[in-house]
């Protein structure tokens, strides 16, 4: 079992920059691939990057590549979502989740554990 922890959110201008944290607990995060997640208002939940567990590999979503960099730091068992030239389009409700196996994914069906979301708002 992993309980998630998300943190860091808030309202920032368009062109702002937002650090996203969420803390694992658990003493084997290491072995969970994560990712983040966001949802806007009226929309369905969408993909926005993920890492592999040994954080060797990341996918993004076209729509924040090149804006955001996801990593994480197994030690203290927290994954991390820099968001950088934030648009208003990114105002969202941002989830992280995990799921056990090495390997990075795109798909939210094949995440075991979520966390209970950080809010961004973006204003322009």
């Known amino acids: 079992q992993v309980q998630l922890v998300e943190s860091g959110g808030g309202l920032v201008q368009a062109g702002g920059s937002l650090r996203l944290s969420c803390a694992a607990s658990?003493?084997?995060?290491?072995?969970?691939?994560m990712g983040w997640f966001r949802q806007a208002p009226g929309k369905e939940r969408e993909f926005v990057a993920t890492?592999?567990?040994?954080?060797?590999?990341?996918y993004y979503a076209d729509s924040v590549k090149g804006r955001f960099t996801i990593s994480r730091d197994n030690a203290k068992n927290t994954v991390y979502l820099q968001m950088n030239s934030l648009k208003a389009e990114d105002t969202a409700v941002y989830y992280c989740?995990?799921?056990?196996?090495?390997?990075?994914?795109?798909?939210?069906?094949?995440?075991?554990?979520w966390g209970q979301g950080t809010q961004v708002t973006v204003s322009s």
């Open positions: 890492i592999s567990r040994h954080g060797d590999t990341t």
């Open positions: 989740a995990a799921k056990n196996t090495a390997w990075a994914t795109r798909s939210e069906y094949e995440y075991e554990y």
């Open positions: 658990g003493r084997t995060f290491a072995s969970y691939a």
